[in-house]
């Protein structure tokens, strides 16, 4: 509309200045059309990495994500969840997780995780994953529980998905590091290194793939982006860094799976 008023309010110009004006609007208004193709262009060019789904080779099977609020995303948008994200990741190589399907809620523990599987009776998956533990720790739940508890877990998802390979754990983020745990940092350190240690050590002992992101959750703390804004949480960006480190190891797990 500007544009209009310009043109009206010289219409007593000289032939000379409105032509000369004329083209300079065209210019602009051709300019600013560019521009806005190349930002379409920018941001297509992403997605355009993502291969359609009739691409041919390309393997599909279905994925349930079992956890608490470190799986459901607490404070991030869906799509910014880590299954999620993995999920956009794992196309770009030809894997596609045509079904994505999460139990996980903000606080639950060992227990509560069991109850939810009980009640919802999963039917079988092609990959399974569980991160579970943070809750049981900062409810002070014995750990003798915890242990007890994390072996059923692994036992119905070893189920779930129809053989321990097709199942991966992802190791339980380090809270400390964040304003929350600013109390006791290196007691809730400790802590969680000893539920990561007993995770990993029944890994070993199953030979079930463990995936450790914890050093990440430590490494970021409460850099800026690293968080939710909770504060507590991990942040997109943070999950989009542990999906680098999952990445690699589903991919392999699923291609041995074919093997």
């Known amino acids: 509309m500007a544009w209009y008023l310009v043109i009206y309010k010289d219409t007593f110009m000289t032939g000379t200045k409105l032509s ?3 083209l300079f609007i065209i210019t602009l208004v051709t300019g600013c059309n560019d521009d806005e193709q190349n930002m ?3 941001l297509n060019s992403e997605s355009s990495m993502i291969p ?8 599909s099977y279905s994925y349930l994500a079992l956890g608490d609020s470190y ?8 799509e910014a969840r880590w299954p999620n994200q993995l ?3 794992l196309k770009k190589k030809l894997i ?3 079904t994505v399907d999460i139990i996980a809620q903000t606080g ?3 227990n509560d995780l069991i109850r939810a599987i009980n009640t919802q009776k999963p039917g079988k998956y092609d990959l399974v994953s569980l991160l579970i533990g943070v809750n ?3 409810q002070k739940k014995p750990f003798a529980q915890f242990e007890r508890e994390f072996d059923e877990l692994l036992d119905m998802a070893i189920e779930i998905a129809g053989g321990k390979q097709s199942v991966f754990i992802v190791s339980i983020p380090d809270y400390g590091v964040t304003r929350f745990g600013s109390g006791d940092p290196n007691g809730i350190g400790s802590e969680i290194n000893n539920y990561n240690g007993y995770i990993r050590r029944q890994c070993i002992k199953r030979d079930i793939l463990f995936i450790d992101i914890t050093g990440i959750s430590r490494d970021l703390g409460s850099k800026d982006g690293a968080l939710a804004g909770d504060g507590l949480h991990p942040s997109g960006q943070q999950y989009a860094k542990w999906v680098e480190k999952i990445l690699p190891e589903v991919n392999n797990l699923l291609k041995n799976k074919n093997d």
């Open 71 to 78: 799986t459901i995303g607490q404070g991030v948008d869906e």
């Open 136 to 138: 049981n720790q900062y």
């Open 20 to 22: 000369m004006l004329m």
């Open 87 to 89: 999920k956009i990741e």
């Open 40 to 42: 379409n262009q920018n």
């Open 108 to 110: 639950w523990t060992t």
């Open 52 to 59: 359609p789904d009739n691409v041919a080779g390309i393997e």
């Open 96 to 98: 596609d997780l045509n």
